[in-house]
């Protein structure tokens, strides 16, 4: 059997997760699908440790703390979260959509939210490390937890490389850093800090091999430095924070009205496409300013003017949540 809600939100990004509590609100049924197997977006996926600065009423929050309060104010409500997978195909059903996610999953909705800010994230891969994906590699940190007391290599020469070595270093037993370039692409202030934390650094170098102990259990990896003899890193876990390229996927494919990435919408957060509306990085329209901040207003947006296009009888300014 199908699930059917009110509102299918494309994208468990802050904008994502901040409609599927408005929706609650507004007393509409939600599900909320992405690619990703975390909720949380890019901010889960490149800077769960990052401090943000521009979100109202935090001087600073760390990503992932905003990622936390935002499923913790949505949770109230049970959005169905469907992680992991794909919405792949669009189509007009009774009453409202129906969206085929990857695996021929049909999921019913009165109307769609697409918050996918850039885009679906494809991790770029680690080629040595073919075949050990959830086998001890992972492109992104779901629980810095998971890793304490164990040796960590990361792979990579970003922010977000840098991010996770600072996030694991107090829990780690060791952690190192590979980076093919001498160069970092990463802010020079966190390179630093890793520096001066006596994070072993390795520049000019490539992962050539993943190998695993005795017990099956990744045990170390060998990296070849350019120029030397190979050298081999304790390694219970190798997080290959390569970068990710993102783009639209299929709903390119779904008759939106799209130019650069980014679909183009009108003052109610509505495509050309009817009962679908889009917010956040991934929505379009003149002086547009791309802040977590401005995507939160437009699923507000979005989502008031939804509860009205699925009951006429509705009124768009729902109160304040105070009053409730």
Do not use: C
Not at 25 to 36: H, I, K, M, P, Q
Not at 152 to 159: E, I
Not at 185 to 199: D, H
């Amino acid at each position: 059997m199908a699930l059917s809600v009110d509102v299918l939100i494309v994208g468990a990004g802050p904008t994502g997760l901040f409609g599927a509590y408005y929706a609650g609100f507004r007393g509409l049924s939600t599900a909320v699908v992405d690619s990703l197997p975390e909720a949380g977006g890019q901010v889960t996926a490149m800077y769960p440790e990052k401090l943000i600065y521009d979100v109202g009423g935090f001087p600073a929050v760390r990503g992932r703390d905003l990622v936390k309060g935002l499923v913790e104010q949505a949770a109230p409500w049970n959005p169905a979260y469907l992680l992991g997978r794909k919405a792949e195909e669009l189509r007009r059903g009774d009453d409202g959509l129906d969206v085929v996610l990857d695996g021929g999953e049909v999921v019913h909705a009165r109307a769609v939210l697409i918050t996918a800010g850039i885009g679906e994230f494809t991790p770029r891969p680690l080629p040595a490390g073919d075949g050990w994906l959830g086998r001890g590699m992972v492109h992104f940190v779901p629980s810095l937890d998971a890793h304490a007391g164990q040796d960590v290599v990361v792979v990579g020469g970003g922010d977000s490389a840098f991010d996770w070595v600072l996030a694991l270093h107090p829990l780690a037993s060791s952690v190192a850093l590979v980076h093919r370039r001498a160069r970092f692409r990463a802010a020079e202030s966190i390179v630093t800090q890793a520096r001066e934390l006596g994070v072993r650094i390795i520049t000019d170098a490539e992962v050539t091999a993943l190998r695993e102990g005795p017990d099956g259990a990744l045990a170390e990896v060998e990296v070849q430095v350019k120029g030397e003899e190979p050298v081999v890193l304790p390694a219970h876990a190798v997080v290959a924070a390569l970068g990710f390229t993102a783009d639209l996927g299929p709903i390119e494919n779904w008759g939106l009205d799209i130019h650069q990435r980014a679909i183009r919408v009108d003052s109610t957060m509505a495509t050309g496409v009817e009962r679908v509306f889009a917010a956040g990085d991934v929505a379009a329209y003149p002086g547009k300013v791309k802040l977590i901040a401005t995507g939160f207003g437009e699923a507000a947006t979005a989502i008031n003017n939804i509860a009205v296009t699925l009951d006429p009888e509705a009124h768009l300014f729902p109160g304040h949540s105070s009053n409730l």
